[in-house]
């Protein structure tokens, strides 16, 4: 178990890391309302979150007037999460630091994650052992099971448009009454 803020955690746990990680070999990116809806946020949020440098995108950085940011799908994965911790009243210093530790952590290990949260801190569980423990403190706890937050994003992608990094290419996903989505597709071969 792993802890954010002021470094105090049950059970003797050490601070979340704050390096950052690179980035990957992701070949699809998001635009920003690609990546607001899936992650169920708004433009205004995304555009303010990128500004402050609370979630910025790691394919794309928006430079300049016109220009499209476009997200990672661990980025869309990354505003869903922050998106419940601020609707639970995490204070914004300890979704900053969650923020860090997650980029720094490999794609692997975030299906297996459960952040917690007593509003103070952030912890890292990823056994039922180490939730039960923190649970076992007495105070309120929230917790979010990165996996499902990832299983919920790749169902809501999967219905959005992607666009290959590479090429630029736009991907349609799988909703068949998109048609100008189709339009778009037949017209680019």
């Known amino acids: 178990m792993r802890s954010s803020g002021d470094g105090t955690a049950v059970g003797g746990a050490f601070p979340l890391r704050s390096e950052t990680a690179d980035p990957g070999t992701e070949t699809v990116g998001y635009r920003g309302p690609t990546a ?6 708004t433009y205004r949020q995304l555009d303010y979150w990128a500004r402050t440098g609370l979630v910025e995108p790691s394919v794309r950085a928006a430079y300049g007037s016109g220009a499209q940011r476009l997200y990672s799908f661990r980025d869309v994965v990354v505003l869903k999460i922050v998106k419940r911790f601020l609707d639970t009243g995490v204070a914004l210093q300890n979704i ?3 923020v860090r530790h997650l980029r720094a952590r490999d794609v692997q290990d975030l299906e297996r994650m459960t952040l917690m949260s007593d509003g103070a801190t952030v912890y890292e569980c990823t056994s039922p052992d180490e939730v039960v423990d923190l649970l076992q403190g007495g105070q309120g706890i929230f917790g979010i099971a990165v996996g499902v937050v990832w299983r919920d994003v790749e169902a809501a992608l999967s219905q ?3 666009e290959r990094i590479d090429t630029g290419e736009t991907l349609v996903g799988n909703n068949p ?3 100008l989505a189709r339009r778009r597709r037949d017209r680019a071969v």
Not at 36 to 41: F, L, M, P, V
């Open 36 to 41: 607001c809806a899936a992650a169920g946020i």
């Open 96 to 98: 900053r630091a969650a």
């Open 160 to 162: 959005l448009h992607g």
């Open 177 to 179: 009454a998109d048609e």
